[in-house]
């Protein structure tokens, strides 16, 4: 069975620009999480999806980023415009009943 | 407050040694989480431990859970090089969703 998968793994962006960061799933799984570490901090939650709907987005830093579930499958983040402190390491995880979320490899964004 | 704090944060031992890595945390919780990042890879689930657990063990690491003090900790015995990583506890309130709060992590430099 494929793990969730996150493209690209490493993305390096000017300040402005826009980047997309997609997250496949394990098949099946309802519920879809991004999280964030930046660089020497903890890793945040940012939201929460259960199938298409978002259960929970308090951790969205702002509006530039925008999350997208379609047809309750794969996700994307779009960071617009991105900003110097949005680098850091974005993971995905996926499960399908509380308490076995698995992770992706993460995508390492890079904005200079 | 936050959730999921590890100390120390960072622990450099010989192989062959044991490490062990300590995690407090705040709130009732269902699970605790023990997971590792190796550098420039992504988060790799170790072990789960259910609140009402006290021990358990999965190859050469063993997690302890004492919810009257709302700490964990992680043992790693016998260390190996490979072992070299960064170990974050992580853990889920009562909401019923996976939703997961990390702690800053442990990060563990194990020399030949």
């Known amino acids: 069975e494929a793990g969730v998968t996150q493209f690209p793994s490493h993305s390096v962006i000017e300040k402005g620009q826009t980047v997309t960061l997609r997250c496949d799933p394990i098949?099946?799984?309802?519920?879809l999480y991004w999280y964030r570490r930046v660089m020497g901090k903890e890793i945040k939650f940012l939201l929460h999806f259960v199938k298409e709907s978002k259960q929970d987005e308090s951790g969205m830093p702002n509006n530039r980023f925008l999350a997208e579930r379609t047809g309750g499958t794969y996700s994307t983040l779009k960071v617009q415009p991105a900003e110097l402190e949005d680098s850091g390491v974005y993971f995905c995880a996926s499960s399908q009943v509380q308490g076995g979320a698995f992770f992706g490899q993460g995508t390492r964004l890079t904005v200079v | 407050s936050q959730q999921g704090e590890e100390d120390p944060q960072a622990l450099s031992i010989q192989e062959g040694e044991n490490a062990t890595m300590n995690c407090s945390y705040k709130?009732?919780?269902?699970?605790l989480q023990w997971y590792r990042q190796n550098s420039g890879r992504g988060l790799v689930h170790l072990i789960l431990i259910r609140s009402n657990e006290r021990e358990k063990h999965s190859g050469r690491l063993r997690v302890t859970l004492d919810t009257s003090k709302k700490s964990s900790s992680l043992l790693i015995t016998a260390s190996r090089a490979a072992d070299t990583a960064s170990y974050f506890c992580a853990t889920d309130a009562l909401s019923g969703y996976s939703t997961l709060t990390f702690g800053k992590g442990t990060m563990l430099l194990v020399s030949p």
């Open positions: 098949s099946g799984h309802d519920n």
């Open positions: 709130t009732s919780i269902n699970n």
